[in-house]
Each structure stands twice: as C-alpha cells, then as structure tokens.
C-alpha cells in the first residue's frame, strides 16, 4: 500500500514538473516524422496482464512490424530526434501515465513484450508477480542495451546470450528483496547513472 501511494505522489509529481519537456519533446516528434506521438506496445504486466505502454515513439510509424522486439543503437528504423530521446532516457518519461494507471510502478522489473514472457521458465515467472517498473536494477546494470546490441548481425540472438540471463537473475533478485528503502536506494542510482 505504501509502495502505491508513492508510486502516485511521485508520478503525479513527475508529470507535473516535466509537462512543458512533453510538450517539447511531442512538438519535435510529430515535426520530424509525422504519425502519432507516443509508442503504445503491448507488454506484460503483473499476473501476465497485457497493458499498452506509453514511450514517445523513437521509431518510425509501424517500426514493430518491420523488426524484431530487440533495438540496436545503429537500427535504421530509429528516428533522428528518437537516438537522443533513447539516449538521455527521455522516452521512458511518458511511462509516469502507466504508474498512476496502476499497470506500472516506479521500480520494478521492466516489462516485456508477450514474445519473451513465453520463453519464462516456471522460476522467471516469479517476476509477475510484482508490477513492472521504470526502473529496477537490470535498468542500471544495463542501461546502454542498445550499444550492447550495436553491429550485431543477430539482436535477437545477442540479447538472449549476453543480456537475457543476467537482467532475468537481477529481476528475480528484486522481487525477492524487495522493500521500500531498495527501492529509494534504486531511484537514486538511476538518477546518478543518468546524470553521468
């Protein structure tokens, strides 16, 4: 109760405060390539409950349809304004709008698409049994995925050997340690990580 009773100050807070870099950022979007703002994917969610995600699109219109699940920084369907809004993290920031919808908490395991969520064992399955999050430790060990995956001839391939089963392990470390105090404990290590 207390985790979602901050997850709303601090998202409503959040919204608040970066309204006028929404505004900012919609505008360049919708100036540089014209389709809608936000990226609505399909992800999983607590008890494997499907929700659409709010990101601003960083991809060109119908990008999912035309690749796979896992983005390289060098992939061609990335739009110009959307490598600096991957880059400094921007387009998680519409993410706020899930939290106070409740399909999201502020620190949690990242949601995934259904497509890995299928391939969960019945011991990674654990980590629906908590909310999704903006952030979690998986986030900050490896906030750079996209340069991780940068020149590879096979993302999917790529992902599943050098980031898959490290993210998985430090999810399932959060959901078993989880408290009030790791969480704070991580939002500060993601701001810190995204200042440097």
Known sequence: MIK???????????LFLFLPIFLSIAWVIR??????????????????KIFRIFK??????????????????????ITHVGKYLRKYKLDELPQLINVLKGDMSIVGPRPEVKYYVDIYTEEEKEILTVRPGITDWASIWNSGEGAVLAGSLDPEKTYMEKIRPEKIRL??????KQSFLIDLKIILQTLLAIAR
């Open 4 to 14: 979602r009773i901050f997850d709303i100050i601090l998202a409503s807070v959040g």
């Open 31 to 48: 100036r540089e390539n014209n389709g809608p703002v936000f990226y609505r994917g399909e992800r999983v969610g607590l008890h494997g």
């Open 56 to 77: 601003f699109r960083t991809m060109v219109v119908n990008a999912d349809k035309i690749g796979g699940p896992s983005t390289a920084d060098d992939d061609p369907r």
């Open 171 to 176: 999810q399932l470390k959060y959901v078993r």
